[in-house]
C-alpha cells in the first residue's frame, strides 16, 4: 500500500464530513432520547463514551465517494454508530469488562442486567429510525451486519478448545465481528450509487474492518493501558485467541507452548504469565505475520477504491486504510 510519511489522524480523514459528523452526534441525541429516567442516565454515560464516529465517518466519505448528497445519510450515519454502541454495551456485559476506551463499562457503573436491555433499546431505536426512512435497502443491508455480527460474537463464546483454534476460523469470527458493520456502513453509504460503486465500497469496508480488527489485536500486545484504555494482554487474560498467538503456535518451543497452556487454563492468568506468553509470541514471529497480514488487506481495500472518481473523499477512505493499520489506539 502506499507509504505514508506520517501517521494520519482521524480528524484528516474526517475534514471533508466534519460538518455533516457535529450533525450525526446531534442526530444520535434526539434518536436515543428517553424519558424513562434510567434509560436517560445510561444514554448521557454512552453519549461520552461513543468514541471517534470512525463508521459514520466512512459511511458519510462512501457517500460522498459514490456522489451522493441525501440529506437521509445523517440519520443512516447515526444508525451504524448506535448498532456499535449496541455490540460494545453487549461486549462489555458478555466479557464482564470494566473498561472501555478508559472509562467505566454500562455493566460496571450499573448492572449486567442494564447493560443487555440497553444494548437491545439501542437496536430497537435504530430498527425504529430505519423503518421511518420507508425504503428496505438500508434496513436490508443493517438487518444482515447485526445477524452476523450476533453470529460472530456465539463463534468466539463456541471456541472450546483454544490452541486448536486457526486463522480460517479467526477470519471467519473478524469478517463477522468487525468487518461486517464497516463493509455495511460503506455499502449503505452508496446504496444510491451504480452496482459496480456499491460493491466495491462494500468489498473495500469488509478488507479495512479485517485490517483494521488484526491491528487491534496487535495493540492488546504491544499497548500499554494508557494507551488503548485497557490493561495490555487483556485478550490473553480473557483467553482470547487472536492471530498473533494463532501464528505464533505452530513455531513454539515445547516449553512456550507448555506457558499458553497453563495461561489457557488458569481462570486468572497472573500479569507475569501474561507478559511471558507475549514475549514467546513475538520471539515466534506472531506480531510480526499479523502485521503482514493486515498490510495484505490495506492493498486489497486501496484496490477497491480505484473504481471510484477522484474526489476528497476518495483521499480520505484512502487514508482511513493507513489509519487502521498505524494506529497506536
Do not use: W
Amino acid at each position: 500500500m502506499s507509504q505514508q510519511v506520517a501517521p494520519v489522524a482521524l480528524r484528516d480523514i474526517q475534514r471533508p464530513v466534519a460538518a455533516t459528523l457535529e450533525r450525526v452526534v446531534d442526530e444520535l441525541r434526539r434518536i436515543i432520547a428517553a424519558d424513562f429516567p434510567v434509560i436517560a442516565e445510561v444514554n448521557e454515560h454512552l453519549l461520552r463514551m461513543k468514541g471517534k464516529l470512525f463508521r459514520p465517518t466512512l459511511l458519510l466519505l462512501s457517500h460522498q465517494a459514490a456522489g451522493g448528497e441525501e440529506p437521509r445519510a445523517v440519520t443512516l450515519a447515526a444508525v451504524v454508530e448506535l448498532i456499535h454502541l449496541a455490540t460494545l454495551v453487549h461486549d462489555d456485559s458478555v466479557d464482564h469488562s470494566a473498561l472501555r476506551r478508559g472509562m467505566p463499562t454500562i455493566n460496571a457503573l450499573f448492572s449486567h442486567q442494564v447493560a443487555v436491555i440497553m444494548g437491545d433499546y439501542l437496536y430497537s431505536r435504530a430498527i425504529i429510525e430505519l423503518v421511518a426512512l420507508d425504503d428496505l435497502e438500508p434496513l436490508r443491508v443493517f438487518a444482515r451486519v447485526t445477524n452476523e455480527m450476533t453470529v460472530g460474537e456465539m463463534r468466539q463464546l463456541e471456541a472450546h478448545d483454544k490452541l486448536a483454534y486457526g486463522e480460517a476460523q479467526y477470519d471467519a469470527l473478524i469478517r463477522a465481528k468487525t468487518a461486517s458493520l464497516l463493509s455495511g456502513a460503506c455499502e449503505v453509504g452508496a446504496l444510491r450509487a451504480a452496482r459496480d460503486c456499491r460493491e466495491a465500497l462494500a468489498r473495500f469496508g469488509m478488507s479495512l474492518g479485517m485490517a483494521f480488527q488484526i491491528t487491534d489485536d496487535l495493540l492488546d500486545y504491544t499497548q500499554p493501558q494508557a494507551v488503548t484504555g485497557k490493561p495490555s494482554g487483556l485478550d490473553l487474560k480473557e483467553h482470547k485467541v487472536t492471530l498473533p498467538l494463532i501464528a505464533a503456535l505452530a513455531r513454539l518451543a515445547p516449553g512456550d507452548r507448555r506457558l499458553v497452556e497453563l495461561l489457557m487454563a488458569s481462570p486468572d492468568p497472573p500479569d507475569d504469565l501474561v507478559a511471558e506468553v507475549i514475549r514467546a509470541v513475538e520471539a515466534a514471529d506472531g506480531l510480526e505475520y499479523a502485521r503482514r497480514r493486515a498490510q495484505e488487506l490495506a492493498q486489497q481495500a486501496e484496490t477497491e477504491l480505484e473504481t471510484l472518481s477522484p474526489s476528497p473523499a476518495r483521499d480520505a477512505l484512502r487514508d482511513s486504510i493507513a489509519y487502521a493499520v498505524e494506529r497506536h489506539s
